[in-house]
């Protein structure tokens, strides 16, 4: 068993959980109060404030005040929602990294469970269990499991690359292990998250880990995730990923090219592991065939009628003058 001795605010923690926020008011208390109540205590709070605009940093503040493993980073403006996610992960400290939404909560014995399966098999860079999808009234959305022969410790890296870039068409989700709780050495070393300014980076940023590490699942409903009536590309229509979703017609073609270069350029993947590459790039278009380009077509359409049109007109005119010969 793992201890669950009190973090001293000198003790080096063994876990870090890396929080961003944006004016979340409603909800981090909730987070906050799953958090500190744990089994497990040997962690840090890393707390990210993307510069709110209503009272989170308040909330916040009461909590730092009165527990000396949460440390709270309010920034000077909002730099975008991959950014700060990125930023928090940056300041770990921890030999254990993990993210959580402040709309998410966990079960008491959820770090708990994690820490031990990382603990006992080294293989594995990566950990994480079952997850309840809740709407925000609490009430069950969906349940999402991956085990038999959905278990990704079972699947060779390029099976699971191609699970997670084809995630758009094949709803698995596999993209969702980026709540996993990760090794921090690994985690750091990998490329970042922010590094790519494009829809769904999620499952860009994953597909570095399927080709690097073995994933744990762990089955059992630990971690609630809160399902929106909204997207984040309609809650956040100012971030620069949800601009493009809402309004590039390219956007998805932009994700399917960032695909290559941040995989290429991963220092976690072996390079033998790098000849996978096209194949997980072929697989993520695939998935977004139907979205690469959502603009007006009207242009794709205009050459061929024209085309007609010029070839009609003159094949009238050739039977015209024929016509008049005759």
């Not at 068993?1 to 001293?8: D, E, L």
């Not at 996610?85 to 300041?91: E, G, H």
């Not at 079952?130 to 890296?157: E, T, V």
């Not at 709540?179 to 050495?185: A, I």
Request: net charge positive; proline share 5%; with cysteine.
């Amino acid at each position: 068993m793992v201890s669950t001795k009190k973090n001293n605010i000198n003790e080096r923690p063994k876990v870090s959980v890396g929080l961003p926020i944006y004016n979340g008011e409603k909800t981090v208390g909730r987070a906050l109060n799953h958090i500190l109540t744990q089994n497990y205590t040997n962690y840090e709070l890393l707390i990210s404030d993307n510069a709110s605009t209503d009272n989170t940093e308040s909330i916040c503040r009461i909590y730092e005040q009165k527990h000396n493993s949460i440390k709270y980073f309010k920034r000077d403006h909002n730099y975008g929602i991959s950014n700060n996610f990125n930023f928090v992960a940056m300041q770990a400290k921890g030999e254990y990294f993990i993210w959580m939404h402040d709309d998410d909560y966990w079960k008491p014995e959820f770090l708990e469970t994690l820490v031990n399966e990382l603990d006992s098999k080294p293989e594995i860079g990566l950990s994480m269990c079952a997850i309840q999808r809740i709407k925000i009234n609490g009430d069950k959305h969906d349940l999402i499991r991956f085990n038999n022969n959905d278990d990704p410790y079972y699947m060779s890296p390029l099976r699971l690359m191609n699970q997670i870039a084809g995630g758009w068409a094949n709803k698995k989700r596999y993209h969702l292990f980026m709540f996993s709780m990760f090794r921090t050495k690994l985690f750091l070393t990998a490329g970042k998250y922010d590094d790519n300014d494009v829809p769904h980076p999620d499952r860009i940023f994953m597909c570095q880990f399927a080709l690097a590490t073995k994933f744990s699942y762990i089955d059992k409903i630990l971690y609630f995730r809160t399902v929106h009536e909204q997207p984040m590309n309609l809650r956040h229509p100012n971030d620069l990923q949800n601009t493009m979703i809402n309004h590039d017609p390219w956007g998805y073609s932009k994700t399917v090219l960032a695909l290559g270069p941040f995989l290429f350029n991963s220092r976690i993947i072996p390079w033998h592991r790098k000849l996978y590459i096209p194949i997980g790039l072929f697989k993520m278009a695939w998935a977004y065939k139907w979205v690469l380009y959502r603009g007006n077509l009207n242009w794709y359409f205009k050459i061929p009628l024209s085309f007609t049109k010029s070839a009609v007109k003159n094949v009238r005119s050739v039977l015209y003058k024929k016509s008049k010969l005759s």
